[in-house]
């Protein structure tokens, strides 16, 4: 029988659409926040395998999860956070929430409406955010606008790779209610380029998107910590201007990642907001 990690892709964190512990967390926290990264890095490489059965990848994350609760120790990336959150005397509820969501992407791949999306990404958003600041020591009271932000970067990824999680996982993302209104089915999603109907589609959740960027704004100002500050106001940032590409490119045709070049001067503009927007200082210190 396989093992999580049989079935890992070799992604790692500098290959996400977002920074995971870039160089503005502090070394002191970059232990666990890692921890957690490779945890989450390969239960999402189990749900996304494109040959395990479907039994077998809810078996290793089934694994995954008894071993995070302590039953026993036998998946490596789960023991490693055990212990780190155990060190820190955290719990692994976030880490359970985040399973979750990813035994929901082996079972389930259409998803109706918004409001459903927005319960998948309770479990395969919110808990990211969540658990980060909890390992910074942040208050609670920063969860709704991290679940809002969170969110937002869950949508953005999904609208950016909408073509080609249909293409390699049958998985869609885009609620069938906004599809069917445009008078589509999934299946535009396998066209070398967006109809005008997907486009407005896409354009219509990069609107709700930058709602919920609005809701996570404030995030930053409500941080103690000034390094962890600075890293989500220009992950804010960067989401922004990815949401407008959104809004007026065709993910399916053009390019809306950015290169790296691009994301500097989104990191001064999101130093000056930091610094200067009141939105965004709600508290100092750190």
């Given at each position: 029988m396989s093992a999580a990690q049989d079935l890992v892709s070799g992604k790692g964190?500098?290959?996400?659409?977002?920074?995971?512990?870039?160089?503005?967390?502090?070394?002191?926290?970059?232990?666990?926040?890692?921890?957690?990264?490779?945890?989450?890095?390969?239960?999402?490489?189990?749900?996304?395998?494109?040959?395990?059965?479907?039994r077998e990848r809810?078996?290793?994350?089934?694994?995954?999860?008894?071993?995070?609760?302590?039953?026993?120790?036998?998946?490596?990336?789960?023991l490693g956070l055990r212990q780190a959150l155990a060190e820190r005397k955290l719990p692994v509820t976030h880490a359970l929430d985040l399973l979750e969501a990813f035994r929901r992407d082996v079972v389930k791949s259409r998803y109706a409406n918004w409001d459903e999306l927005m319960d998948y990404c309770r479990y395969?958003?919110?808990?990211?955010?969540?658990?980060?600041?909890?390992?910074?020591?942040?208050?609670?009271?920063?969860?709704?606008?991290s679940d809002a932000l969170c969110a937002a970067l869950q949508v953005i990824n999904h609208l950016q790779d909408c073509a080609k999680d249909y293409r390699e996982l049958d998985r869609v993302y885009l609620p069938e209610e906004d599809l069917a209104a445009a008078g589509l089915d999934v299946t535009a999603l396998a066209q070398p380029a967006a109809s005008p109907g997907l486009r407005l589609v896409i354009s219509s959740l990069a609107r709700q998107t930058r709602e919920l960027l609005a809701r996570g704004r404030p995030l930053a100002g409500q941080i103690r910590n000034g390094r962890l500050r600075l890293e989500v106001a220009f992950i804010q940032r960067v989401a922004e201007d990815l949401t407008q590409r959104l809004m007026d490119r065709d993910p399916l045709s053009e390019r809306v990642h950015h290169r790296k070049l691009e994301l500097i001067p989104l990191a001064g503009s999101a130093l000056a907001r930091a610094l200067t927007d009141p939105r965004d200082i709600a508290v100092r210190g750190g």
């Open positions: 964190h500098k290959d996400e659409n977002f920074p995971v512990a870039s160089v503005l967390i502090e070394p002191r926290y970059r232990a666990p926040v890692m921890a957690f990264y490779r945890f989450a890095r390969t239960a999402d490489d189990v749900a996304d395998h494109a040959t395990a059965s479907d809810l078996r290793l994350l089934e694994e995954m999860r008894a071993t995070l609760t302590g039953k026993h120790d036998r998946d490596a990336p789960a395969s958003a919110a808990p990211v955010g969540r658990m980060v600041l909890d390992i910074h020591g942040e208050a609670q009271a920063t969860w709704a606008a």
